[in-house]
């Protein structure tokens, strides 16, 4: 008997281990799968008057555009344009299909939107209310724009603890080690671009120089002295007129000017960014936002948007905070710095189709998406971007012509469904990332605190094909299964043996053979 049960048992294995795959399958597919529950986004502000143009930049005196008002449709230099606000209203009907139209927005009550409100320009606020005009059309949307808020959360170089030297621009002996002893080395690599750039504007007339102590001639991007700026941690002169200059034709560009009037014999815009104005550019997001910088000017904003996170997600308040455990939705309307900070202390890296890697265009946005499975909240992260003629155009977003949305993967910290992050993780990464004696009240009056510490989530296994609760499932039905079977032969056996109507040997026999 004991033979027979074997070699019975021995017949369901293969049976039996294509059941279990089977019902691995069809349980995972009943199991709670991610879905989309809240959404935190930190948006550039859309495109405004470049800073960089001045009448006497070029040598032939071509026209550089610095009527604001009819050039531009703005009203200086910095601020925000007409065209700059449309385009944002068009990424805010963008994200109504995406958020209203899908329920994870209802209406104005559960959103909570920041914007820098010590910009003396107002581009980020403006850019909001564009952004908003598109979003939630028939709302009434509050913006916080607190100025002292605003200055420790979005500003530059804004007052932070002095009895810690971190928390301040780095020094020249810092910057020196950085760049390999002098400017001189940073020129090896953005001359070239300096180079094209002084031909394309026939820079400069002699007054450019004459700015930071040049009296080389003729003047030319590259030979405007490097001059130390202790304010702002880094040199200025040649690479900063070059990086101002080049920004103000980007800027023309997607304002759908005729940037090729300044900027001649240029080819295409895309070949032309890439060759001249992100070399230059590459210089302060390597070089001048250093670790240092960051941890100084990115963690107030970065705690913030743990602290939010725990909230909107968990309902755990952290004093201060405008936002309410019950929205869906915050929204902070910043500088391309901030979310530079903000990325370098995160380690992010992306590449946009049109506009390369690590840029932060007009309206260019950070996005976290708070997603749940069962019980479980995880995140993701991407950036998202239009594209350079999207914004010129003013072109209408929709499935058929979305704006460039990138992944960005969360690194130590992907092994969550799709690619995603535990919640509690992201923020205990968050938390080692900043530093909390650069931090400052929320509220003015308040008394800082150190930022909270919150243990890492359980990380599950890459391999499972399911959560642990549908593993059980699974084994406890296979055992069910097991059992069943046994039963089955056993009955089987003794139904048909036992009455002496089958020949046991004959039976194994066959079996054996089959």
Excluded at 340 to 362: I, S
Excluded at 438 to 464: H, Q
Aim: proline share 5%; with cysteine.
């Amino acid at each position: 008997s004991y033979s027979f049960c074997t070699l019975l048992f021995s017949g369901f294995l293969f049976q039996m281990a294509s059941l279990q795959n089977l019902l691995v399958c069809v349980l995972c597919a009943c199991a709670d799968s991610l879905t989309l529950h809240k959404v935190i986004a930190v948006s550039r502000h859309s495109v405004r008057v470049g800073e960089g143009g001045q009448p006497g930049m070029s040598r032939d005196g071509r026209n550089w555009f610095t009527d604001y008002e009819k050039d531009w449709g703005a009203q200086g230099p910095g601020n925000l344009t007409v065209h700059g606000k449309a385009a944002a209203k068009e990424r805010g009907k963008w994200w109504r299909q995406l958020y209203v139209e899908t329920g994870i927005v209802q209406d104005a009550r559960n959103i909570t939107v920041y914007a820098d409100g010590s910009d003396p320009t107002n581009r980020e606020k403006v850019t909001g209310e564009g952004f908003l005009s598109g979003f939630l059309p028939a709302s009434e949307v509050h913006m916080h724009l607190e100025p002292v808020f605003s200055k420790n959360m979005f500003g530059h170089g804004a007052t932070r603890n002095a009895s810690d030297y971190r928390c301040g621009v780095p020094g020249k002996a810092t910057v020196d080690g950085l760049i390999g002893g002098s400017m001189s080395r940073i020129h090896t690599i953005i001359d070239p671009a300096m180079e094209k750039a002084t031909a394309q504007y026939d820079c400069c007339s002699d007054t450019i120089c004459e700015q930071y102590g040049g009296t080389d001639t003729p003047c030319t991007f590259t030979n405007i002295p490097e001059v130390w700026n202790s304010g702002m941690g880094f040199y200025v002169g040649s690479w900063v007129t070059g990086l101002m200059a080049t920004d103000y034709v980007s800027m023309m560009y997607v304002n759908n000017m005729s940037w090729d009037q300044v900027a001649q014999n240029t080819g295409s815009f895309v070949d032309w960014m890439q060759e001249v104005e992100r070399p230059i550019s590459n210089v302060f997001h390597t070089y001048v936002s250093s670790d240092q910088y960051c941890r100084a000017y990115g963690s107030q904003f970065l705690r913030h948007i743990g602290d939010t996170m725990l909230q909107i997600t968990y309902g755990e308040e952290t004093y201060g905070l405008d936002s309410k455990a019950a929205d869906s939705m915050v929204l902070y309307f910043a500088h391309g710095e901030n979310i530079g900070y903000l990325t370098r202390l995160l380690q992010f890296q992306w590449v946009f189709e049109m506009w390369g890697a690590m840029n932060v265009p007009p309206v260019c946005m950070l996005v976290f998406e708070i997603l749940k499975e069962g019980e479980m909240f995880y995140v993701k992260a991407y950036v998202e971007t239009q594209q350079p003629e999207q914004i010129r155009n003013l072109e209408e977003l929709s499935p058929e012509s979305p704006p460039d949305r990138v992944f960005v993967s969360i690194p130590d910290c992907s092994h969550g469904p799709e690619a995603s992050c535990p919640v509690k993780d992201f923020v205990s990464i968050i938390y080692d990332a900043i530093l909390s004696t650069c931090t400052m009240p929320y509220k003015e009056g308040d008394e800082p605190t150190p930022a909270p510490t919150s243990a890492p989530t359980p990380v599950p296994s890459e391999t499972s094909e399911c959560s642990s609760k549908t593993g059980l499932i699974v084994a406890v039905a296979v055992l069910a299964f097991l059992v069943c079977c046994l039963l089955t032969a056993m009955f089987y056996y003794y139904k048909r043996f036992a009455s002496g109507s089958v020949d046991k040997a004959e039976y194994i026999e066959s079996v054996a053979v089959n």
